[in-house]
């Protein structure tokens, strides 16, 4: 069973930056888990789930066209951490942010559908004020 779990969320103004965390169990075993992958999906009040950035187990990163420049997705294998960096965050970037894993490789769109991921955290909420 794949667990994840992230933090970080706050409340900042526009321009400003925040660091989300995902502690994610695919991490620890790596024999059950060679191939895996990471991703931050955001949702808003009433709106659907939209995906920003995705990892997978090559390190290859995926953003969307919103967050591209701004967001960076990074993992450390280590610390059994995936990490989202935002930078000049914008008040339509608010939302409740939430990690999903799924083991194998991603798909060909891993943003496209959060149907893909099985594996969900609970959200961490980012306010961000103009």
């Known amino acids: 069973q794949i667990q994840v779990m992230e933090s970080g969320g706050g409340s900042v103004r526009s321009g400003g930056s925040l660091r989300l965390s995902c502690v994610a169990s695919?991490?620890?075993?790596?024999?059950?888990?060679?191939?895996?992958?990471l991703a931050w999906f955001r949702q808003g009040p009433g709106e659907e789930r939209l995906g920003v950035a995705s990892?997978?187990?090559?390190?290859?990163?995926t953003y969307s066209d919103s967050v591209k420049g701004r967001f960076t997705v990074s993992q450390d294998r280590i610390a059994r951490t995936l990490y989202l960096q935002m930078n000049s965050l914008k008040p339509e970037d608010a939302a409740t942010y939430y990690c999903?894993?799924?083991?194998?490789?991603?798909?060909?769109?891993?943003?496209?559908?959060?149907?893909?991921?099985?594996?969900w955290g609970q959200g961490t909420q980012v306010t961000v004020s103009s």
């Open positions: 999903a894993a799924e083991p194998g490789h991603c798909d060909l769109d891993p943003l496209g559908e959060a149907s893909f991921y099985g594996y």
């Open positions: 695919v991490y620890e075993d790596r024999t059950s888990y060679p191939t895996y992958c």
């Open positions: 990892i997978d187990s090559d390190d290859q990163p």
